[in-house]
């Protein structure tokens, strides 16, 4: 069993950036995809960005190009930098992970609230 532990939300101006956190407790992620998730109030959740420790990084194409997605395998920890933030971004962003031949991602963290202000 995974724990996941996101940090790093919290209130930014359109804009703006912010460094969201993933702490998971496995000792070793090299076996997982990581990605991060959002979900905005009233819509359904969609994928940001994920990353495998081979070096592999998928973003979404409305997050191209202002989302990164980085890892440190030693801190067991994934991050989602976020730059340009827009009001409409607002929402609460999910880490995940899957075991590599998973199907699906297996793991959730409880999610942290970024909310873009105008």
């Known amino acids: 069993q995974v724990q996941l532990v996101e940090s790093g939300g919290g209130l930014v101006q359109a804009g703006g950036s912010l460094r969201l956190s993933c702490a998971a407790s496995?000792?070793?992620?090299?076996?997982?995809?990581m990605a991060w998730f959002r979900q905005a109030p009233g819509k359904e959740r969609e994928f940001v960005a994920a990353?495998?420790?081979?070096?592999?990084?998928t973003i979404s194409d409305s997050v191209q190009g202002r989302f990164s997605i980085s890892g440190d395998n030693a801190k067991n920890t994934v991050y989602l930098q976020m730059n340009s933030l827009k009001t409409e971004e607002t929402a609460v962003f999910f880490c995940?992970?899957?075991?590599?031949?998973?199907?699906?991602?297996?793991?959730w963290g409880q999610g942290t609230q970024v909310t873009v202000s105008s």
């Open positions: 995940a992970a899957r075991k590599y031949g998973s199907p699906a991602y297996d793991f």
């Open positions: 496995e000792r070793s992620l090299s076996t997982y995809t």
């Open positions: 990353i495998t420790w081979s070096g592999g990084r």
